[in-house]
Nanobody, 115 residues
Framework: QVQLVESGGALVQPGGSLRLSCAAS????????MSWYRQAPGNQRELVAT???????KYTDSVKGRFTISRDNGKNTLYLQMNSLKPEDTAIYYC?????????WGRGTQVTVSS
């Protein structure tokens, strides 16, 4: 059974930092391209960052220079380090695993940036 479980979401003040984690099980984690998406109320789900199986990374423009995606294949875990958080970063954050076969999603973790 494939599971992706996100954690690390919280309420944080503007300018603060959080690190999200996504623990994967039931897949050969190292061969998957992994991504973080987010969805704010009333908005469509949007891609935040991607890291390939070869550790190549891409970011949406709004988070460049503030967020860092990384992975630890030995721990089957994906990370998202988020610095200089802004109120507009408030959303549910989801991880996604994609390879040649099915795509898998986690259930999300809530990030709220507010004073």
């Amino acid at each position: 059974q494939v599971q992706l479980v996100e954690s690390g979401g919280a309420l944080v003040q503007p300018g603060g930092s959080l690190r999200l984690s996504c623990a994967a099980s039931g897949i050969n984690f190292g061969v998957y391209d992994m991504s973080w998406y987010r969805q704010a109320p009333g908005n469509q789900r949007e891609l935040v960052a991607t890291i390939s199986d070869r550790h190549n990374t891409k970011y949406t423009d709004s988070v460049k220079g503030r967020f860092t995606i990384s992975r630890d294949n030995g721990k089957n875990t994906l990370y998202l380090q988020m610095n200089s958080l802004k109120p507009e970063d408030t959303a549910i954050y989801y991880c996604k695993a994609q390879a040649a076969g099915p795509t898998y999603w986690g259930r999300g973790t809530q990030v709220t940036v507010s004073s």
